[in-house]
């Protein structure tokens, strides 16, 4: 075989072809073999003429498949031989190509071969399908007939293949997720393209928005003839420019593949469209020293009205690159694509879900769906929809599939029983007392009883893994047929509909059939709310617990926690704790964060320390805590480490540390601490931040603060009545006024100090006790504790100093001196001159 008359397709098929024969154990490789290697691949230009004629694919391959089947190989043969049919095949498949003037053997002559020897088996069922030389060879001249009156020629559709995708084929083969709405769009983009002139669309809008899919549902309305006359009949290609560019060693290279493509195009009178995502990558694409780039080559092209071009970028993209090449905007028509409506995206979920069924093998809720929508412009409002709930579906289906694809827990907890038994029975062997025999007989009958019940479990299980396979199978037949039906309608093929229809009868029957049978065994199958949650979390950067948790529960464990921990100022913990309810609640949209205060008051009050327990308890811990103290803040360069260095300035790439910080962490309470010393424009900034919700950094980009508490402190030594004229001469009314509240924490009095001092006393209990170390006291050491700083103007400081002091640097001096046992006790008690010491 000289493999230089033969296309690599056909090498590649014959290769698989003995590779199976191997597999089946066959005497030789037959044109059987070669059928089903062909047949069986997912599309060539083989399956799509047979498609084309209304004849089954996957029945042929089928009848096919079960003669290879039968093709079994004698015992002792170890040998792999080829059939005469298959040596008389290649011969016959180079005469055929020369006929038809082809350089090359393809797979279509390979297959005609076969179809022209009509004594072998493959040609025989062919037969049977209605399937012979005759037949076939005229849907090849009438596919090529077409595509040459069209300009395309299979040899151009195949040179195009090289640099993307032929998005037509695509939609005709249904491998395009099916277009929910986008109506307007889709018109204007028609309307553009009929044009005589200047009608070239791009479309404009964020990422995600479905710019390309509406790309996707023009090709779906051209192969549906549901489009002006003059657009029927087109075929559109999406340009990949990475494909373009790959490869190009060379200086001039580039040019020549891009004018190449482009010359194909315009040969084709207008029949191909070019789609160009990410337009604005023409811009520069391929320019070396002394060489053009994309847009300076496709220009002329576009002016003269040669070629037709489909764009897509986004809003920042097209200002930044197409808007400043006057001469490429003029050639592009705009059309603005906002982002759908949450209603919208439940639409266009519900109409894709069956795609992701299929390809998951899962089953999709409804409540998945609605959930995934909200929680995700709750949660992730940086992202769009549909694009953003579409991640949220795929993935909850991915992990519900790698749940369905691991082995059942409850077969593998009888798996490591059955071995704890067989352990336990070698041991019991070696006994020779009567007790021990009859525990051993005993023994062996729980064996072989867990045994049973283990093999009946995992046959029951393989049961259902093949009952859903089963299903998968037939809904992807149902879908191919259903395409099938639609394309014999619109060609008036009204036999080939009547035994499509008939056997998508059959198909349905068969798949209700599978579906009544009772599961044998109960696999995870179903995409439900927990799974949308725990992606969301994930994606969110927040704690699961805040989405799994009963509202209800989660605020009044709130109230009740933050009043237990913060001494005092109950009426600030409800007031806080109110501002969380109502954005929990979801009531009303609102383009703030969640709450903004401002906390003044002396050192030592826990105007820092509230914003730690609101981490804690509303987030995740105090790594959800972005504390900053603004006396870093008090010029006007510091401005960037909030925002980040402007354009040409060193620092830009890396963007603001703080912002930054919220764009990966958006559910963070943000502390900013002696707010009064930051410098006018960094508090104008923080102003901005509290009264719009966002803020955009120096790349443009948009920071999202809706999901935010926000603390800002001032210490102040004065009293109630007395604060707010104080706080009027350290800050700017207008910044005053953009706080949801201001409170002033009163200084600690007795009673209160005394509970500062019990709690911090029971937190190093709690601290203690992971090194297996009990530590008691009684009332008295609570008094005693408060007396030894000043609280009155150091407050909570004190309490924590007298127990560094006091406490805890003796339980350590003992602990270092070997003479602290673990599961011992340490009592604080009171010498007879009122000191703190410790006692065994």
Not at 57 to 83: C, E, F, Q, R
Not at 98 to 104: E, F, G, I, T, V
Request: overall charge negative; some cysteine; hydrophobic content about 40%.
């Amino acid at each position: 075989m000289d493999v230089s008359k033969y296309s690599q397709a056909v090498i590649d098929t014959i290769k698989e072809a003995h590779k199976i024969a191997i597999k089946n154990e066959n005497l030789e490789v037959t044109e059987l073999h070669i059928m089903y290697c062909i047949l069986k691949n997912s599309d060539n230009e083989v399956i799509r003429a047979i498609t084309n004629m209304g004849i089954v694919v996957k029945s042929l391959t089928d009848d096919i498949k079960n003669a290879i089947s039968k093709l079994k190989s004698p015992k002792g043969v170890t040998n792999l031989y080829v059939s005469r049919a298959y040596q008389k095949v290649l011969i016959v498949s180079q005469e055929i190509a020369r006929s038809m003037y082809d350089s090359l053997v393809s797979q279509k002559h390979i297959f005609l071969a076969i179809l022209k020897e009509d004594y072998t088996q493959g040609a025989q069922i062919a037969q049977r399908h209605n399937l012979n030389y005759e037949i076939l060879e005229k849907e090849f001249d009438k596919i090529n007939s077409e595509n040459i009156a069209r300009g395309i020629t299979d040899e151009t559709l195949k040179e195009l293949s090289k640099y993307g995708r032929n998005l037509t084929k695509e939609a005709i083969d249904g491998k395009l997720d099916p277009i929910i709405g986008r109506d307007e769009e889709t018109k204007g983009v028609i309307r553009i393209l009929s044009r005589r002139i200047k009608n070239n669309p791009v479309l404009i809008g964020e990422a995600g928005v479905g710019k390309t899919a509406i790309v996707e549902g023009l090709v779906q309305r051209i192969v549906k003839q549901d489009v002006p006359d003059i657009l029927k009949d087109k075929i559109v290609f999406a340009l990949d420019m990475t494909s373009l560019i790959a490869g190009a060693k060379y200086r001039g290279d580039f040019e020549d593949r891009l004018k190449k493509l482009l010359e194909i195009i315009k040969d084709s009178n207008g029949k191909i469209i070019m789609f160009i995502d990410e337009l604005h990558n023409i811009i520069g694409a391929g320019n070396t020293s002394g060489t053009m780039d994309t847009s300076n080559i496709l220009k002329p092209m576009l002016a003269r009205g040669e070629i037709l071009v489909v764009g897509a970028t986004t809003l920042d993209e097209y200002k930044k690159y197409i808007e400043k090449d006057g001469a490429l905007e003029r050639r592009f028509q705009k059309i603005l694509v906002e982002e759908p409506t949450q209603e919208d995206t439940i639409s266009i979920l519900r109409g894709i879900k069956s795609k992701y069924e299929r390809h998951h093998k899962v089953q999709i809720t409804d409540l998945a769906i609605i959930d995934a929508v909200k929680l995700s412009q709750r949660y992730l409002s940086s992202r769009k929809l549909p694009d953003i709930a579409i991640d949220i579906i795929d993935e909850a289906s991915s992990l519900v599939r790698m749940y369905t694809d691991e082995r059942p827990l409850e077969l593998e907890d009888l798996n490591r029983k059955i071995l704890q038994l067989e352990t336990e029975k070698v041991l019991l062997k070696r006994e020779v007392d009567e007790v021990s025999k009859h525990r051993l007989a005993e023994l062996e009958k729980t064996i072989e009883k867990e045994k049973n019940i283990l093999l009946e479990k995992e046959d029951a299980y393989i049961k259902e893994k093949q009952r859903q396979e089963e299903i998968s199978n037939l809904q992807t037949d149902l879908e191919l047929i259903s395409l099938q039906i639609e394309d014999a309608k619109e060609k008036h093929s009204f036999d080939k509909l009547g035994d499509l229809m008939k056997l998508k009868e059959e198909t349905d029957n068969n798949l209700n059939k599978v579906k009544s049978i009772t599961p044998y065994y109960p696999l995870r199958i179903q995409v439900t709310q927990k799974e949308v949650k725990e992606i969301v979390a994930k994606l969110a950067g927040m704690p699961e617990k805040n989405l799994e948790t009963d509202e209800l529960a989660l605020i009044s464990n709130l109230k009740e926690n933050l009043k237990y921990e913060f001494i005092g100022s109950e009426n600030m913990i409800d007031r806080i704790v109110d501002a969380y309810i109502r954005s929990r609640g979801d009531l009303v949209e609102k383009n703030r964060p969640i709450g903004a205060y401002l906390l003044a008051g002396s050192s030592g009050v826990g105007k820092s320390y509230i914003a730690k327990l609101l981490a804690n308890y509303i987030y995740d811990g105090e790594k959800s805590l972005v504390a900053l103290d603004m006396s870093e803040f008090t010029d006007k360069s510091s401005i960037t480490k909030l925002i980040g260095a402007p354009p040409g300035y060193i620092g830009f790439e890396t963007g603001g540390a703080f912002t930054e910080t919220i764009r990966t962490r958006p559910y963070s309470v943000i502390l900013f601490d002696n707010i009064d010393m930051a410098q006018l424009e960094v508090a104008a900034i923080i102003s901005q931040i509290i009264k719009n919700g966002k803020i955009s950094d120096s790349k443009g980009r948009n920071i999202d603060f809706k999901n935010t508490v926000i603390i800002c402190t001032v210490n102040i030594d004065s009293d109630k009545n007395k604060y707010l004229d104080l706080l009027k001469t350290k800050l700017q009314f207008s910044f005053l006024s953009s706080f949801d509240e201001i409170f002033f924490i009163e200084k600690f009095d007795k009673k209160s100090i005394k509970k500062v001092a019990k709690l911090s006393l029971q937190k190093l209990s709690q601290e203690l006790s992971t090194n297996q170390i009990n530590l008691v006291w009684d009332e008295e050491v609570e008094d005693e504790l408060i007396t030894y700083f000043d609280y009155e103007n150091m407050g909570a400081i004190a309490i924590s100093n007298a127990i560094e002091q006091y406490i805890l640097t003796p339980i350590s001096m003992k602990n270092l001196q070997g003479k602290l046992k673990k599961f011992s006790t340490v009592r604080l008690v009171l010498d007879e001159e009122n000191n703190i010491i410790l006692q065994d």
